[in-house]
């Protein structure tokens, strides 16, 4: 009985991971099904929800207040709730610690390892890859140049450094937030979700 979080760099497999992950544990794998929970919880579109988890993550786009998204709701006539980055932040808390404990889950991003840092039967689990070698590989899968593939990879990762930092008052690359860092640049999927399962089996034993 646990519950598992992954954080991912660019380009990791994070997905797919996380589910052959849910599949040989029995776990149920909580990605885009949050964002849907989330959604619900503030009256939401998915896609309003999923527009600002992306712009409440930038360091420019970082709030819009009451007053602004009571005038948006008189513009477009309809009801919803407000892009509030507090509000959806303290829903995301509220929900990850919904689902530590309703156990056996795998809970992908959301900065969950900072949310269940210190709490019992959780593993932390980072999955990162060598800067040079995500370059090249999107690069190539995206016929980009490599300096526009890193460009791509770090306005990706930084929103994702913007975010621990900002909520969690944390440094991503912590490795102290980690119970176990995979280089998926030397591991399959497969050697990745065996690695886990392996470490989970000894962190239930302490």
């Known amino acids: 009985m646990a519950v598992i979080t992954i954080n991912k760099e660019f380009g990791t497999q994070s997905q797919r991971v996380a589910s052959k992950l849910a599949q040989k544990l029995g776990y149920e794998y909580i990605g885009e099904q949050l964002l849907a929970q989330i959604a619900k919880e503030l009256n939401l579109s998915e896609h309003e929800a999923e527009t600002f988890l992306q ?23 309809r009801e919803h709730g407000c892009l509030d980055d507090k509000a959806y932040y303290e829903k995301t808390k509220e929900l990850v610690k919904k689902l530590y404990d309703s156990d056996n889950v795998i809970i992908l991003g959301w900065g969950a390892q900072c949310i269940l840092k210190g709490e019992p039967n959780t593993l932390h689990v980072r999955l990162r ?16 140049t490599e300096k526009a593939a890193e460009h791509k990879i770090k306005s990706d990762e930084e929103d ?47």
């Open 55 to 77: 712009t409440s993550k930038s360091s420019v786009l970082r709030l819009v207040d009451k007053y602004t998204c009571s005038i948006v709701q008189k513009v477009v006539d």
């Open 129 to 144: 890859k060598d800067h040079e070698l995500k370059i090249s590989e999107l690069a190539e899968r995206q016929n980009l």
């Open 160 to 206: 994702l450094k913007v975010y621990i930092k900002e909520y969690f008052n944390a440094d991503w690359n912590d490795a102290g937030l980690y119970d176990l860092i995979i280089d998926m640049g030397k591991n399959s999927v497969q050697e990745a979700v065996d690695l886990i399962c392996e470490n989970l089996k000894h962190k239930l034993k302490e």
